[in-house]
Structure formats: structure tokens, C-alpha cells
């Protein structure tokens, strides 16, 4: 069963997750909508009831103009490895201020726990217990990194 | 060289539990051969067709006697008791047992070494000049700002997971001893004034598609280094392809937007970052330089007489000294490149032994420092000119005197066929048997300098684009043919070889070499190396040569 970290705990997931074109009449609370369907109700939905979901290619400019009316941004990872997430994330934080839940969801190895974190992400959607576990202690297990990252704006250098 | 600090050790220390973990958990089951290989090649383990190979970290190339001392070591105990000098400045060591790769981390951590990003589709070891900081032709000694990214691209949160690997270079010197022109990023680095400054040249590289990179922008000042790097990364990270493993690398996408508009969405995104906390302190920039001022050098005179005398009693110390010194900064040192091209030995394997006995020479006649060049040679950067007749006579006995530097037999050759799954063409033999055919000192040195670089697929681990004679493995039906190129240049003024036709089978290889050489030495007018001779005639000549004699 997929587990959820948030704030570097498990917790259960309270949010639903609906694929493109699949919208809910009515819209229930915490549901996560593809962001091309959120935006032509954004008006009926704001307040906080939906959150969308963007594939990690989706330009930052797409969603960034909104962050203010979503309490939930997910990003999709297609492979661990593909790393446009990150940036994507790291852009709603810093350029775009973000401040609600950025979770991760998808292809998530647990040892990518550790970049999520520092590039904003306060969420990550596991396979399973055992790998949200593994998640939570990966990404303490560097004390300190060199460059600034979305946790920690200022770099080593300037610590040192 | 860079000294560590308390952070710098914790954080290769984490790093080696970090990636101790990650294999526990592999071998238990936890993580698959995919997921496990993405984790294992951020730290250097890569496994070949033979066996596994773990490459080690020597940032830009500097290394101190006591770090090669353990890789001497670690060598005999891990591996056969051979390490391998790469064209990046880094050490290979095979057959490393996965199951024992923490412990060699381990034993790397305790020299203050690493095997991070040697590997994987992330920023690799950075590199420069192999003689920076005492070149006689340097304008700044790179390896401060070389250490400076070093840091920041290590574990970056963002770009850690790139659509391929991705190489810097930096060069301060006149010569560009670096290739920057190759690399996905080339940094040149230089003085305005009192001022350091930065041009950037992006999109170079080899491989598949050769390119040479595209300068998008001049005279960035010191303090703006890291901010924009990573605006050039952000673009890279959202934009590159990731569909196709061939067509993921910067060039393709500074090529598909043009550079132009590669240059304006990097400035897009810096105007976002500079000035940000990222900027470089003084205080930062001052305490990495800090580690890199020159040694105190006790006062020598230049040995001219002394030096004169002894190349005129022995040719091949003659031989040496005029192909493997360089000129130093400070009078009466020189910089002695140790050559690892001796015929019948794989280019860049070193023994244990040899390894050993290089770190005491660093110690006895220098600071206790070397270096490792791309061309995989061993670089000694503080010899005393009157040691160098004795040092020379230890490095003969120990096979490391090959007088080859920069000649037709310094040959540049990957692995190739005997070791590598890619391959189209063994390549080692081919070096071997060029060697062997063209054995003869005077000759090599008539020749004059000749980059001879062989790559046994289009991966071009070898180089073989920028070598003035550049050999390729091709596939023809199964068998294994090659194909010649003349022109490729990796310096200043970088230029790709062009193919001179029909590839040839291995029998024929040095025979065809001999026609190439035949044909320069007829042409050439008076000291004209062999790259300006084909510039300016051309590879006409040359083809007509080869393949009229061939039907
Ligand atoms: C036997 C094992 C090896 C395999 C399977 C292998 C494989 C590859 C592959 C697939 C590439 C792809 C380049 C691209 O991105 O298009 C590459 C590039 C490269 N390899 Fe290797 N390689 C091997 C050994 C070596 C060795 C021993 C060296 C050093 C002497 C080396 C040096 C390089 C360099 C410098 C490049 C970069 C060329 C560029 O700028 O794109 N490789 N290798
Ligand atoms: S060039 Fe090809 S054959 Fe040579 S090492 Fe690279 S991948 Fe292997």
C-alpha cells in the first residue's frame, strides 16, 4: 500500500487524486485535479477544496501564476531518475512562493527523498511502508550539503 | 591543493554510510538492478563486461604522494594491483568486489578522497589544466574556481539527476591544455585588470554527435560563478531531451534552440539568481585560494650548462627533456611529465609499484604533490632542474620514461573490444601495433607532435573527433573495420577530424598511418606540425595516397 510522508512523517493521505479529463460533479473536498482541469473551475474551486497535479516537464510559468488559490501542488515523476521535478519545485518555492503541500508522487526511490526535501518538496508519495521509512532517514542522512537549496538559502560557504 | 575542513570530512563520511546503506539494501533485496544502478553510478561503480570497475575522484586532476600511496594500496588489495589513469583526471580500478565497494570508500574517506559523480547522468569531476599553477603560459591557476564547483555540484538538490552526464573544464593558461571547446561547459578563465572574470562556452562536446561549444557569454565576473552556472543547469535540467539517451546532452539542445536563444533563456533565469546568496564571497573565494598559493620554493638557479652537458652525453635523456619537461614559473624547476605509454601496456595502466614509486618522487623531488593529465600521464610540477637527469633514471627503470610525450606513439586509446560491451573494434592492439611499426625516436621526433587518439566505438571515449589522427572502431558486418580521420584538434582553435573514406580492416591500420605520414613529410614546409599541414593542404593528398596504393 503506497504511503505518504509528509513533514517527515507517515501520515495517512486525506487527498484524492484524479486523472486528466476525470473530474467529479461536484468536486469534493481534497481532490487533486489535473491542473488543465482545475483551471477553467479555479473560480468555483478556490478556497481551498482542489489541488492539481502537473507532470514534472509542466512549465513552472502554468502553474506558478496560481499557487495562491491551491493548497496542494503534486508533481508527477514519470522515472526517479528524470530529475525536471526538482526544478519544478524548487521554481513554485523560491520564484513563485508557494506555500502549501508540494508532493511528489509517482516513480519516488526513497534514496530521491533527499533531493525532494531540499528542493521544497514537503511530500512524497512512497510505494510502501518499508520505503517511506527509508525516505524519512535518507534525507537526514547528510548533516549539512555545500549549496543553497530551497531548505537551506544559504550555502555552506556562507555558514563556514 | 584543497585542504578539508571538518565539513568537508563529515560530508564525504556521510556520503560513504549513505552509499553503504544503499548497498545493504540492494543485497537484501530492497532495490532492483535498476533502481540500484542510478544510486551505484553516482558513486563511481560502474560493471563492464568483465567485471566491475569503481572510478575514483581526483579533483582536477591534483592529487598529494599520500592520496596516490593509497590508491597504490587499495589497488593491491581490491584490485589486481593495477589502477588505470583516465582522460579525465581521474583512477579506475577493476574488479572491485560490490560487496566491498563501502569499505574501498572508506579507505578512499581516510585520504580525503571519493568516488562521487564520477559516474551517472549527473555533474562530473571537473577538470583543467594538468599543469595549472606552473605553467609558464598561465594567466590564472584554475583549480580554486575547479574546487569551488567541485562543492556546489556535489549532491546539488536539483541538478543531481540530469538527462545525461555533464562535464566542465576550466583553463587559465595561454594553451588550452583543458579542452574546453569539448565539454559541456568550457570555462576560460582570465584577468580584467585586477579583476578574475569568466567567459563560458556550452554545448561542446564528443561522443555521437561532436560539436564544439558555443561562447554565450564574456567577462563574467569572479563573484557570479555558481549563479550562473546555475541558470545554465535550470535550462539544461527542464529542457534537455530525455526521451533518447543520444539525444539528451546540452549540445543537442543549445544546437536545436540555436545559441542564441540558449543564451537568452540562461540570462532569462539569472536575472533571477544573481545576486542571490549564491554569489561568492570574498572571504570564500580568499580561503579556497588560500589553499592553492605555490609552495615556498627554496631559491634554485636555472641549469642550463648542467642540463646541456648531460643531454649531450646521453640521447635518451636528451629525448626526454625535450618532449616531457615544460617550462616552469619559478627559475630552476621544471614540470616533468611521467608517460604511462610504454609499448605493450594498455595507455594509462599503472601498477602498484609504479604508483608507489611516482608518490616517493612527488615527495623527493617536489612538495608532495602531482597530477594526473587527460592524455593519462602522471605530471611531477616542481622538479628541481638539477634532479632531473636522476629522477629520469628511476623513472626508466620503472617504465615511465617513454620520451613519446605529445608524439605520434603517446596515443590516447579507450578501452575498447578486449574490455568494453560498446564496442564496434578492439582498440588496445591498434595502439600497440602503431607502436611497435613506429619505434624509432628520431623519426617520432621529426615528426613532431601528433595527437593520435583511437576510440573502439562512436562513443568516443578515446577522443578520436579531436585527434589530428583520429582512428574509430566501425562495424562491417560483423567484422571489425576502422576508420581514419585527419584534422581533429583539441585546443585552442578546436577543430573535429574529417574522414578520409572507406574504412580499412585492422591489418591495415598502421600501414595506412605510414601513407598519412609519407604524405605530410613530403609536403610540410619546413617546421610545419602535421595539424597546420593538413589545414592547409587539406586531406586530398592524403586520400589519394592511401587509396590509390590500396586498389
Ligand atoms: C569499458 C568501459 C567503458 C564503457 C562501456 C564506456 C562507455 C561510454 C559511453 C556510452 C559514453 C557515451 C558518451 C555520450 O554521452 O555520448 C562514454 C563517453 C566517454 N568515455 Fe567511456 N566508456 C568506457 C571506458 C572509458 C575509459 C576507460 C575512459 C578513459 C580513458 C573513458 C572516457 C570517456 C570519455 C572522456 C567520454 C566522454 C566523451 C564525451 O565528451 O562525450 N571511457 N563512454
Ligand atoms: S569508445 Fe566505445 S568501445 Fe571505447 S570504451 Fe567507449 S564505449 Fe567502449
Redesign the pocket.
Same mark, same amino acid.
Given at each position: 500500500m503506497p504511503a505518504l510522508v509528509k513533514g517527515l512523517r507517515v501520515v495517512p493521505d486525506e487527498w484524492t487524486l484524479v486523472g486528466s479529463g476525470d473530474v467529479p460533479d461536484p468536486v469534493p473536498e481534497r481532490t487533486i485535479l489535473a491542473l488543465e482541469d482545475w483551471l477553467p473551475q479555479r473560480a468555483a474551486l478556490s478556497g481551498g477544496r482542489a489541488g492539481v497535479w502537473v507532470e514534472g516537464d509542466a512549465e513552472a510559468e502554468a502553474v506558478g501564476p496560481h499557487v495562491a488559490d491551491l493548497p496542494l501542488i503534486a508533481v508527477h515523476f514519470p522515472a526517479f531518475a528524470d530529475g525536471r521535478g526538482l526544478s519544478l519545485g524548487a521554481l513554485l518555492r523560491t520564484r513563485y512562493g508557494f506555500q502549501g503541500e508540494l508532493r511528489a508522487y509517482g516513480d519516488i526511490l526513497p534514496d530521491l527523498a533527499q533531493y525532494l526535501h531540499r528542493s521544497g518538496f514537503d511530500a512524497f508519495l512512497l510505494a510502501d511502508r518499508r520505503s517511506a521509512e527509508v525516505a524519512i532517514a535518507s534525507v537526514g542522512s547528510i548533516t549539512d550539503h555545500y549549496q543553497a537549496s530551497v531548505r537551506q538559502p544559504v550555502p555552506a560557504f556562507r555558514r563556514r | 591543493m584543497y585542504r578539508y575542513d571538518e565539513f568537508d570530512q563529515r560530508f564525504i563520511d556521510e556520503r560513504v554510510a549513505q552509499y553503504r546503506e544503499q548497498t545493504e539494501r540492494y543485497l537484501a533485496g530492497e532495490l532492483t538492478d535498476d533502481q540500484f544502478l542510478q544510486l551505484r553510478l553516482r558513486n563511481g561503480l !560502474?560493471i563492464? #563486461?568483465l567485471a566491475p570497475?569503481l572510478r575514483i575522484a581526483v579533483p582536477y586532476g591534483t592529487l598529494s604522494s599520500e592520496q596516490l600511496r593509497a590508491l597504490a594500496d587499495i589497488s593491491r588489495r581490491y584490485d589486481k594491483g593495477y589502477g588505470?589513469l583516465?582522460? =579525465?583526471q581521474n583512477v579506475?580500478i577493476n574488479w572491485p568486489a560490490l560487496e566491498v565497494v563501502p569499505d574501498i570508500l572508506g579507505d578512499l574517506a581516510r585520504v580525503r578522497m571519493h568516488c562521487i559523480q564520477t559516474s551517472g547522468s549527473c555533474i562530473r569531476n571537473v577538470t583543467t589544466d594538468q599543469f595549472a599553477g606552473v605553467a609558464a603560459d598561465e594567466r590564472v591557476d584554475a583549480r580554486p574556481y575547479c574546487e569551488i564547483v567541485r562543492q556546489w555540484s556535489t549532491q546539488h538538490p536539483e541538478f543531481d539527476w540530469l538527462p #545525461?552526464?555533464f562535464?566542465i573544464a576550466f583553463n587559465g593558461a595561454a594553451a588550452d591544455r583543458a579542452a574546453i571547446h $569539448?565539454?559541456d561547459i568550457g570555462i576560460r578563465v582570465d584577468r580584467a585588470g585586477d579583476d578574475i572574470v569568466f567567459d563560458f562556452l556550452v554545448g561542446g562536446? /564528443?561522443? #555521437?554527435t561532436p560539436a564544439i561549444g558555443s561562447v554565450i557569454r564574456t567577462e563574467l565576473p569572479e563573484r557570479h560563478l555558481l549563479t550562473y552556472l546555475e541558470a545554465i543547469m535550470r535550462v539544461y535540467n527542464r529542457y534537455g531531451r530525455r526521451d533518447n539517451? !543520444?539525444k539528451a =546532452?546540452i549540445k543537442i539542445l543549445v544546437r536545436a534552440m540555436t545559441p542564441e536563444v540558449f543564451r537568452d533563456r540562461v540570462d532569462a533565469e539569472w536575472e533571477h539568481l544573481k545576486d542571490g546568496p549564491s554569489t561568492l564571497t570574498r572571504e570564500e573565494i580568499d580561503r579556497v585560494l588560500r589553499c592553492f598559493e605555490p609552495p615556498a620554493y627554496p631559491r634554485r638557479e636555472d641549469q642550463t650548462a648542467l642540463l646541456a652537458e648531460r643531454r649531450l652525453a646521453s640521447p635518451g635523456f636528451n629525448a626526454w627533456v625535450r618532449n616531457n619537461v615544460a617550462p616552469h614559473k619559478v627559475p630552476g624547476y621544471a614540470v616533468v611529465t611521467l608517460s604511462t605509454k610504454l609499448t605493450g601496456v594498455p595507455p594509462?595502466d599503472v601498477s602498484d609499484v609504479q604508483m608507489d614509486a611516482v608518490a616517493d618522487w612527488a615527495d623527493r623531488y617536489g612538495f608532495g604533490e602531482l597530477r594526473i593529465g587527460h592524455e593519462?600521464n602522471f605530471v611531477l610540477p616542481d622538479v628541481p632542474q638539477e634532479h632531473l637527469f636522476e629522477l629520469w633514471e628511476h623513472a626508466d627503470a620503472h617504465g615511465l620514461a617513454s620520451a613519446n610525450l605529445g608524439l605520434l606513439t603517446d596515443i $590516447?586509446c %579507450?578501452?575498447g573490444g578486449d !574490455? %568494453?560491451? /560498446?564496442a564496434n573494434a578492439k582498440s588496445i592492439p591498434v595502439a600497440e601495433a602503431i607502436q611497435r611499426e613506429f619505434d624509432d625516436y628520431d623519426y617520432l621526433h621529426d615528426l613532431g607532435p601528433i595527437d593520435l587518439n583511437i576510440s573502439g566505438c562512436m562513443?568516443? %571515449?578515446?577522443?578520436h573527433h579531436v585527434g589530428h589522427i583520429g582512428i574509430l572502431g566501425v562495424d562491417k558486418k560483423g567484422a571489425e573495420f576502422y576508420q581514419i580521420a585527419l584534422g581533429g584538434h583539441a585546443g585552442d582553435d578546436a577543430s573535429l577530424g574529417k574522414i578520409l573514406g572507406p574504412s580499412f580492416s585492422r591489418d591495415e591500420v598502421t600501414g595506412v598511418i605510414g601513407k598519412i605520414l609519407d604524405v605530410y613529410v613530403d609536403k610540410r614546409v619546413e617546421e610545419e606540425p602535421f595539424l597546420h599541414c593538413v589545414r592547409r593542404i587539406g586531406i586530398a593528398p592524403f586520400k589519394e595516397r592511401v587509396y590509390a596504393s590500396a586498389g
Open positions: - | !560502474y563492464q #563486461r570497475m588505470h583516465t582522460t =579525465r579506475q #545525461r552526464k562535464k $569539448v565539454h562536446g /564528443l561522443g #555521437r539517451k !543520444y =546532452r594509462g593519462q $590516447v %579507450c578501452p !574490455y %568494453c560491451s /560498446l562513443n568516443a %571515449c578515446g577522443h
